[in-house]
């Protein structure tokens, strides 16, 4: 679904992304972590066709560059890390914003447009912020209501860039649950940078660590998630210990 061959990406001679080589198969929930500046945020950005690289990158076998706003939208929902408050819409109205390439040019949203908008806003919890203008929220609602948007555009793959960054433990749990559900219900592929390195541990199937914008080490929590490996990449001392009941693994600084 996703195949990455030789990626590099440069900002100003400085080295963000090189010689990366990835694929993503369709129906996978897979997690990118690694320090600040390790190249997460802008590899989401090469895959989602926001940002142009050396190398090939295709989405469904074709050219990710080669297809307009419209294609890459039918495909892919993006959730960034932070949404400005200062977009002047309520709550329904952003979410509905996820349908846009869905409707017929100057054509108004139909049935199954707000079927989907009030499904999506119902699971992410966001119903409440329906009337709301966004810049009466804090950054963990509107973060949650572009995971809602997201849910409402029906895509065939989700990138999220640090997504549940600004959310309290228990919608940060909520929404991963949420994801989990999408993955493995409607076959959803899910592409996460996260920060959290429990989180990853307990939410993802699959886990690719970067460093210095290349890939240290690609594979299940339990080989990615070695405290000699994640020593290298965050450059600190680190325990690791597992958790009962297969919740993951704690993973201590020291």
Same mark, same amino acid.
């Given at each position: 679904?996703?195949?990455?061959?030789?990626?590099?990406?440069?900002?100003?001679?400085?080295?963000?992304?090189?010689?990366?080589?990835?694929?993503?198969? &369709?129906?996978?929930?897979?997690?990118?972590?690694?320090? @600040?500046?390790?190249?997460?945020?802008?590899?989401? &950005?090469?895959?989602?066709?926001?940002?142009?690289?050396?190398? &090939?990158?295709?989405?469904?076998?074709?050219?990710? @560059?080669?297809?307009?706003?419209?294609?890459?939208?039918?495909?892919?929902?993006?959730?960034?890390?932070?949404?400005?408050?200062?977009?002047?819409?309520?709550?329904?109205?952003?979410?509905?914003?996820? !349908?846009?390439?869905?409707?017929?040019?100057?054509?108004?949203? *139909?049935?199954?447009?707000?079927?989907?908008?009030?499904?999506?806003?119902?699971?992410? *919890?966001?119903?409440?912020?329906?009337?709301?203008?966004?810049?009466?929220?804090?950054?963990?609602?509107?973060? !949650?209501?572009?995971?809602?948007?997201?849910?409402?555009?029906?895509?065939?793959?989700? #990138?999220?860039?640090?997504?549940?960054?600004?959310?309290?433990?228990?919608?940060?749990?909520?929404?991963?649950?949420?994801?989990?559900?999408? @993955?493995?219900?409607?076959?959803?592929?899910? #592409?996460?940078?996260?920060?959290? #390195?429990?989180?990853?541990?307990?939410?993802?199937?699959?886990?690719?660590?970067?460093?210095?914008?290349?890939?240290? &080490?690609?594979?299940?929590?339990?080989?990615?998630?070695?405290?000699?490996?994640?020593?290298?990449?965050? *450059?600190?001392?680190?325990?690791?210990?597992?958790?009962?009941?297969?919740?993951?693994?704690?993973?201590?600084?020291?």
């Amino acid at each position: 679904m996703i195949k990455l061959h030789d990626i590099g990406v440069f900002y100003e001679e400085e080295m963000a992304l090189s010689h990366i080589t990835l694929t993503i198969k &369709k129906g996978e929930m897979a997690g990118i972590i690694g320090a @600040n500046g390790a190249g997460k945020s802008t590899l989401l &950005k090469v895959i989602s066709g926001a940002l142009k690289a050396e190398g &090939k990158a295709l989405i469904e076998g074709r050219e990710i @560059n080669s297809l307009s706003a419209t294609e890459r939208a039918s495909v892919i929902a993006v959730v960034p890390q932070e949404i400005p408050s200062e977009i002047p819409l309520r709550g329904y109205e952003f979410v509905m914003l996820g !349908r846009t390439h869905r409707l017929p040019r100057f054509g108004a949203p *139909g049935a199954t447009d707000v079927a989907a908008v009030r499904k999506a806003m119902i699971s992410t *919890g966001t119903e409440p912020l329906k009337e709301r203008f966004l810049s009466d929220m804090s950054g963990g609602e509107r973060q !949650r209501l572009a995971l809602a948007m997201a849910f409402a555009a029906g895509p065939r793959i989700i #990138l999220l860039d640090e997504a549940t960054a600004h959310l309290d433990m228990h919608h940060r749990v909520e929404i991963m649950h949420l994801l989990r559900e999408m @993955n493995r219900s409607q076959g959803v592929t899910v #592409l996460m940078a996260v920060h959290d #390195l429990m989180l990853a541990g307990r939410f993802f199937d699959r886990l690719i660590l970067l460093e210095n914008g290349s890939i240290l &080490k690609d594979g299940t929590p339990q080989t990615v998630l070695q405290a000699s490996i994640l020593e290298q990449a965050y *450059g600190c001392r680190i325990r690791t210990i597992p958790l009962p009941d297969d919740l993951g693994m704690c993973i201590v600084p020291e």
